[in-house]
């Protein structure tokens, strides 16, 4: 059998769980999942190899109206990755309000795409078969997409459909990647990543909009077993420093311990991680800081 090879990328409105099918697809956890809106930033790669070929599923930022420097940045980032892919997924789930909103904008940046368009319905665990299926006649009927699934991400329905149908559309090819690779992410970059996610999971409202992690030092020390990570905390005004740090650095404590029990099973090492809060004032506005944070804004 020939195998079968190529991008897919994985587009959608923030927070219909594209992350979350990513992960499902590769049985690993490569893309940080919370249940807030607007978690992933970056360009996720996760890279699916079996018998019949390799999948390079690109994990995208929320398509969104921007209304800072970084959320220009996530919307590019977005649109980049649908311009670099073989096939392009739309995922949707049970709060899409017809086509307009964020929905228009996603479909927007679909029709300037040259690559077949899936229509993917997620969440149907929650949806009901029968309003999942009205869901997915509705968006599919203009033929705006070339075929459409239903699939629950957490339960895993409708996944193996999805990936035969990608398989069959991806034309033959070779690997991009070894077989035993699950993303083609440095650890550096999943150390912060991590990080942000229990930053994400522990502070409320609106605060870890105005959160970004830079690693200062990542240091492997393989003789020893260890690898030891300085990373700072920045947030925007000097109120939030106090909140991110918690009553006693409690909330802070808790943050670095949850993140280094990851990193230590992510590594296979032990992980000596510190965390400093530094306040860098509208830094989600600042294109020179956004640069030097990883998110480039050009």
């Not at 390079?56 to 977005?78: E, Q, W």
């Not at 993917?120 to 009901?128: F, H, I, P, S």
């Not at 239903?150 to 991806?170: N, P, T």
């Not at 020179?288 to 480039?296: A, H, I, K, P, S």
Request: charged fraction near 30%.
């Amino acid at each position: 059998m020939n195998r079968k090879s190529g991008f897919v990328a994985l587009l959608g409105r923030p927070n219909v769980g594209k992350s979350t099918l990513m992960n499902r697809i590769l049985g690993a956890k490569v893309a940080i999942v919370t249940p807030k809106p607007q978690t992933t930033r970056d360009r996720i790669a996760g890279i699916y190899t079996e018998d019949r070929g390799q999948i390079v599923f690109l994990d995208s930022p929320g398509i969104h109206k921007p209304h800072r420097a970084l959320n220009a940045f996530m919307v590019r980032t977005a649109q980049r990755i649908g311009e670099e892919s073989d096939i392009v997924a739309h995922l949707v789930d049970d709060r899409e309000a017809g086509r307009g909103g964020e929905d228009a904008l996603v479909r927007g940046v679909l029709s300037s795409l040259s690559v077949p368009r899936l229509l993917v319905v997620n969440k149907t665990d929650r949806m009901g078969a029968a309003a999942a299926e009205a869901r997915r006649a509705d968006l599919a009927k203009e033929r705006f997409y070339a075929e459409s699934f239903l699939v629950s991400a957490v339960k895993g329905d409708g996944v193996d459909a999805f990936l035969s149908a990608l398989f069959r559309m991806l034309p033959e090819g070779p690997a991009y990647y070894p077989e035993e690779d699950l993303t083609d992410l440095p650890m550096r970059f999943i150390a912060k990543e991590v990080i942000r996610e229990k930053l994400f999971r522990e502070l409320e409202e609106e605060l870890p909009y105005s959160v970004a992690v830079l690693i200062g030092e990542y240091k492997e020390e393989p003789g020893k077993g260890l690898v030891r990570i300085r990373a700072e905390v920045c947030v925007e005004r000097e109120s939030q420093k106090g909140i991110v740090i918690g009553k006693g650095g409690g909330i802070l404590k808790k943050v670095g311990t949850a993140a280094r029990l990851e990193l230590e099973k992510e590594t296979g090492c032990r992980v000596y991680l510190e965390l400093f809060v530094k306040v860098v004032k509208e830094w989600s506005r600042d294109k020179n800081m956004l640069r030097r944070l990883g998110y480039e804004s050009g």
